[in-house]
């Protein structure tokens, strides 16, 4: 263990199951934080990933991670993080994973586009561990740059694996039906009611890796979030002029709208751009579980909420810097939700937005009939753009607001409302009390939340 790594455990007391040494805090999320730990018996340094059980079943996320774990013990690869232990007290539990020292995909490539051999390393160890993900039944869903990792050899390390999906989760005819992933790198198909290949969606989200990484930007680009989802519906995009014919052609058959044009594993190992210098790596070896054998193995107790016998310390938690601010932060701001305007306009807005599986012209419908409920008069009407206003007057007269209706493909439609009048505090709490809970059953996701209905199938 180098020096640096030394100065994360400076205190013997901080250590649990009288094996693991804590250390920092890496990342912290709603119900978990990552910890940068060290195995005592081993002096091999871990990540571990503590989760409160009772915020887990508050957010109805048990089904989520018991998944997560049962996946990470069927991929055990070179290019995958490896989950090296599940523990639980009454009140945690706790993920011990592969430490991987050399941090996201996406920090190197936000400082610019990647020569092409290095480029073609990393997308060749991602589809190496995708197709092992694949022979095992498991679909990643969430495919993107901050979820791909870097070791101390450079080598990439595929992680989070919580929107993953099992075979059982399937319908009868083998699609997935639950919508997740992260906007920016989601397949067309998914956003659709009708089943989707989850296999054929994660290799879209490879076709966008490949372009941001050769490109230092996103296919897909517009002035707001409807232009966007348009063209990544109909497979709108522009190569810049560096790219290599053979890079263009391998993109150019993974960002096909139609799933079954869309290339296979097979075709892509095959393609001459994929091929120069690649070495299949070997798994790693292990027993052939089954899926049912494997799930029988995770023994996590849920049923129990207490006090916990582990304690573990509140340690300082080291945020990355991110001082650029270039095209890759659009991956970014979707990754987090789904206003861009901010890195098109220049005047303040306070926006908010939510994605609807519905139709402009219903989403038009279903907000005038909620208005009406709400007792909010409709003062103007356009094409797509609604202002309503509320019957109080406040502080500095009626709470007033614009909503503008976005249709990015028949049945998925974008809604964008702002504040146009009135005080700024009321019109909050207008949102949170009353629109909010009135738009629960045509909200599909709000900005900022992952596309997970948190029970996926």
Known sequence: MDQ??????????????NKYEMGKVLGQGNFAKVYHCKNLSENESVAIKVIKKERLKKERLVKQIKREVSVMRLVRHPHIVELKEVMATKGKIFLVVEYVKGGELFNKVAKGKLNEDVARKYFQQLISAVDFCHSRGVTHRDLKPENLLLDENEDLKVSDFGLSALPEQRREDGMLLTPCGTPAYVAPEVLKKKGYDGSKADLWSCGVILYALLCGYLPFQGENVMRIYRKTFKGEYEF?????????????????????????????????????????????????????????????????????????????????????YNAFEIISSLSHGFDLRSLFETRKRLPSMFISKFSASTMLEKLEVMGKKLNLKITGKKEFVVRMEGAREGRKGKVAMTMEVFEVAPEVAVVEFSKCGGDTLEYVKMCEEQLRPSLKDIVWSWQGDNHNDNNPQ
């Open 240 to 324: 810049p002029e560096w790219i290599s014919p053979h890079a263009k052609m391998l993109i150019s058959n993974l960002l096909v709208p139609d799933p079954k044009k869309r290339y296979s594993i097979v075709d892509i190992m095959n393609h001459p751009w994929f091929r120069v210098g690649f070495v299949r790596p070997i798994a790693f070896s292990m027993k052939d579980l089954s899926i049912e054998d494997n799930n029988k193995d995770i023994n996590i107790d849920f049923s129990e909420i207490g006090e916990d016998d582990v304690d573990i310390p509140e340690l300082v938690m080291v945020k990355p810097s991110r001082p650029f």
């Open 4 to 17: 640096q790594n030394k100065k994360s455990f400076q205190n013997p007391r901080n250590v649990i199951f």
